[in-house]
């Protein structure tokens, strides 16, 4: 399995920005679709955004979708998530996932995540 390290989580007011990064180790990098999710208090994890392996298709849920930006440099073996206009909402501990096909909930290779926090 891909060793995944979120970071760039934090504190921030309501309408800033945050990105995120997830670092990858241990096997190749570029053979891995990725993606990110998170997970808010008292609720399930959710799907927030994907790439595929060359980064050249990318998919995001519809609640984030004009806001966040997921992208990736297989050179630095790293994925990232731009969130712009970040609301309460998207509080949430967001975690990263690495897939050799797509990336779903039942992926096998996660990061230990990374806590957001918006407030109003």
């Known amino acids: 399995q891909v060793r995944l390290v979120e970071s760039g989580g934090g504190l921030v007011q309501a309408g800033d920005s945050l990105r995120l990064s997830c670092a990858a180790s241990?096997?190749?990098?570029?053979?891995?679709?990725m993606g990110w999710f998170r997970q808010a208090p008292g609720k399930e994890r959710e799907f927030v955004a994907a790439i595929s392996k060359s980064g050249g298709s990318t998919r995001y849920a519809d609640f984030v979708k004009g806001r966040f930006t997921i992208s990736r440099d297989n050179a630095k073996n790293t994925v990232y998530l731009q969130m712009n206009s970040l609301k309460p909402e998207d509080t949430a501990v967001y975690f990263c996932a690495a897939d050799r096909v797509v990336v779903t909930m039942t992926s096998s290779s996660w990061g230990q995540g990374t806590q957001v926090t918006v407030s109003s």
């Open positions: 241990g096997r190749t990098f570029s053979n891995y679709a």
